[in-house]
């Protein structure tokens, strides 16, 4: 499990060119929402900055770069991209999606959009022959996140792809656990990638945002008209500061996956520990399909602690290093209780079905030394 040599020269390099100006080697941030016309309608390429701004231009041309994809296309938030990948169906529509899915995907999905009869079903998608048996005539989609959230599910991209074109529907994966450093769902048979920007591309805990990657033209002018329309897009600050974290996204998660497989293996031989969720671990469920469609297995790992709620809640407050907080993906480690945090808005019977219970912890580990963090979570079973 190693990364492409390749991707650490492409990030450096993905979608800035040196200022034609000036020569600036990084991209200026253009903060401006209009630009100056020669005669109506004739100018160098922009006219308002929600349909294009240089900055972001510069941006969408990173993310295609990081997928390998013909286009990219970048939102003001990880949401935004679902909601306009969402929006090019219509009242009637049929959507498989993963049951694992980050909370606020499915409650985008279940009371946003079910009110406008597009139909959502959850399923488990490790089952390919339960997918398979869901599909219909009007399946417009297959949304797939892998590895899943919060349990850390692995779902077999090629297997989807096939499903998929076998009905005509599209193979949407959501790529933010992985990052594209460590998989490349369009190389799988993916038609649509999205990432929430906000987690690893970000990596900073500073920012949050949305990425759209597609290789076909037709499909990306679909998205890129509900962009144009509707607006949600970035700034040109928010369009810097990922140009700027992009540079950095291979040697952090070469970091982050390094400490995530040390956090695994200490917490799993660890006695008040009953059950460790990372892909990396030669007794994960999916670790042979992890190992074949992944080049790494990125720094997000959870585990059921034993014993009480209580218990869970001192274990929680005596760690120094993790801090307690939503979000992951950033260089410093962070914590979270998914059933009160970030999954509170699954519908219950479905958490309980899927196993997010009160013991559940998701660790999103950073970029400090592993031998911190490994002390932080000694110290804090104690
Ligand atoms: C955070 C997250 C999202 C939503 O992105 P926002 O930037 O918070 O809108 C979607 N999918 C996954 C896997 C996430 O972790």
Redo the contacts with the bound molecule.
């Keep these: 499990m190693t990364i492409r040599p390749k991707d650490f020269t492409k990030v450096v390099h993905a979608g800035v060119e040196p200022d034609p100006r000036t020569g600036a080697i990084m991209t200026p941030i253009f903060q401006t929402s209009t630009y100056v016309q020669e005669a109506p309608n004739v100018h160098k390429g922009w006219d308002y900055s929600r349909a294009g701004n240089p900055t972001r231009d510069a941006l969408e041309e990173a993310f295609a770069a990081l997928e390998g994809a013909k286009h990219g296309l970048a939102?003001?938030?990880?949401?935004?991209?679902?909601q306009a990948i969402i929006q090019i169906l219509k009242p009637g529509d049929h959507v498989l999606v993963c049951d694992d899915?980050?909370g606020?995907?499915g409650r985008l999905f279940r009371r946003l959009f079910a009110k406008y009869d597009i139909h959502f079903e959850f399923l488990d998608m490790t089952q390919v022959e339960q997918v398979k048996a869901a599909l219909r005539p009007e399946t417009r989609l297959i949304w797939v996140?892998t590895p899943?959230?919060p349990l850390l599910k692995v779902i077999d991209i090629q297997a989807m792809s096939a499903l998929a074109k076998s009905k005509g529907a599209l193979l949407v994966v959501?790529n933010?656990?992985a990052s594209p450093i460590y998989q490349s769902p369009l190389e799988l048979g993916a038609d649509i990638v999205?990432?929430?920007?906000?987690?690893y591309i970000g990596g900073h805990s500073d920012i949050?945002?949305?990425a759209v990657m597609i290789n076909d033209t037709k499909l990306y002018e679909e998205i890129k008209f509900v962009q144009f329309a509707a607006g949600a897009v970035p700034g040109p600050f928010e369009s810097f500061l990922l140009l700027r974290s992009i540079k950095t996204l291979a040697v952090r998660m070469e970091k982050h996956s390094i400490n995530a497989q040390a956090v695994a293996q200490f917490l799993q031989g660890h006695p008040r520990v009953a059950e460790v969720f990372f892909p990396g671990l030669s007794h994960h469920p999916q670790h042979a399909l992890a190992a074949k469609q992944m080049r790494g297995y990125s720094g997000m790992v959870s585990f059921n602690l034993k014993g009480s709620y209580e218990d869970v809640v001192t274990f929680l407050q005596r760690l120094k290093v993790f801090a307690l907080a939503e979000?992951?993906?950033g260089v410093e480690s962070l914590v979270n209780h998914p059933e009160k945090m970030?999954h509170a808005s699954v519908p219950e019977d479905m958490r309980r079905k899927l196993g997010i219970g009160p013991n559940l912890i998701r660790l999103s580990c950073g970029i400090e030394s592993a031998e911190d963090l490994v002390a932080d979570l000694l110290e804090a079973l104690r």
């Design positions: 939102f003001s938030s990880g949401l935004a991209a679902e899915v980050y606020g995907t996140e899943t959230n959501d933010t656990f999205m990432h929430s920007t906000t987690k949050i945002g949305g979000s992951l993906g970030t």
